[in-house]
């Protein structure tokens, strides 16, 4: 089974924004930005999201993203192909 990634560490760390920071101006507290940078996290609220994506300026594809299982052996191989829906039926003729 894949997973969802966040990607907070590495926004923070690209702009050199410490936990603590974030905190502070987005009102968000300390624990809850430290499960969220440390993938620590098991779930996360609708008021929180939209939180971070005012605070840091992000849409939620660029804090959050799935990865497969195989993605994260190396390998990426989609269930479904793209264009094709799952109970697609053959033409005939």
């Known amino acids: 089974m894949g997973d969802i990634r966040c990607n907070l560490s ?3 760390g690209e702009r ?3 936990q603590r920071k974030l ?3 987005s009102g968000l507290s300390l624990y809850t930005i430290n499960k969220l940078y440390n993938e620590r996290w098991e779930g996360i609220g ?3 999201l939209v939180k971070l994506c005012e ?3 992000v849409q939620v594809g660029e804090l959050f ?3 497969s299982e195989t993605d994260q052996k190396g390998l990426r191989k989609p269930l ?3 264009g094709k829906q799952e109970n697609s039926t053959p033409k005939i003729g």
């Open 10 to 12: 590495k926004i923070l």
């Open 16 to 18: 050199r924004i410490t």
């Open 23 to 25: 905190s502070e101006i």
């Open 46 to 48: 609708r008021k929180t």
């Open 55 to 57: 605070t840091l300026g």
């Open 65 to 67: 993203e799935y990865v």
């Open 80 to 82: 479904l192909a793209k």
